[in-house]
């Protein structure tokens, strides 16, 4: 009894530890996924294969194959001045795709678009996706990593805006490209909703 008891008290201790570092253990194990994904994307790999422990922390999805990226990624997003290094799904939007990484809106969204709109989660304790975005400040790079170039940005507008205000992502014919950064901002734990938008925008500089 006393075995079983003191056996019980060791689990208690450790499922405590583990609750307490959980967000730092998320991140780490996160950061080591991506940095598996963005290395195989830039060797020309078609898949990654997660062990079940990966999945279970971080919360990646993927098929019997592993997470495609031949097919899904578009690339790598790299903000240093934000601690953000994110792979690049296209689109739509999905929920998987928003836990995997980062995300294009549309189906048609692409690289020769004026106006570019990526869209990513900020995870809460934790600094993975587009959660210490707001470090960030305008003038600050933003280099979008394909296999074939590196397309380096300019940060030169941070602002909040209503859910419903999408003339963020209009295309405007003539001007420069840029990249609207899109996460949530101001959560109300009434409603239990995110009030408003936080867009990123960046103005391309080289390519």
């Known amino acids: 009894m006393r075995v079983l008891i003191r ?4 689990l208690m201790i450790l499922a ?12 780490y194990f996160t950061d080591q996924v991506n940095d598996r994904v963005i290395t195989a994307y830039q060797d020309g790999d078609d898949n990654v294969k ?14 019997t194959k592993g997470i495609n990226i031949s097919d899904n990624m578009a690339g790598v997003l790299e ?3 934000a601690d953000i290094l994110e792979p690049v799904y296209m689109g739509p939007l999905s929920e998987e795709k928003l836990r995997n990484g980062v995300s294009f809106l549309e189906a048609t ?11 990513g989660h900020r995870v809460e304790g934790a600094g993975i996706r587009f959660n210490y975005i707001d470090r960030a400040s305008v003038g600050d790079e933003i ?7 590196t397309r380096v940005y300019e940060i030169t507008e941070m602002f909040e805006v209503d859910p419903s205000e999408v003339g963020v992502l209009d295309q405007v014919e003539g001007n420069p490209q840029e990249l609207t950064l899109i996460t949530c ?9 995110f009030e408003k938008r936080l867009i990123v925008k960046a103005e391309i500089v080289e390519r």
């Not at 056996?7 to 060791?10: H, S």
């Not at 969204?109 to 869209?119: E, G, K, Y």
């Open 16 to 27: 405590a530890v583990v609750l307490f570092f959980w967000q730092d253990i998320r991140e």
């Open 185 to 193: 901002e101001e959560y109300n734990p009434e409603t239990l909703l």
């Open 7 to 10: 056996t019980a008290g060791i």
């Open 143 to 149: 280099n979008f990593i394909t296999r074939d170039e």
């Open 109 to 119: 969204d692409n690289l020769d678009m004026q106006n570019i709109p990526i869209a």
């Open 79 to 81: 903000i240093a001045s």
């Open 50 to 63: 997660l062990n079940p422990i990966e999945t279970l922390v971080t919360g990646v999805e993927q098929d």
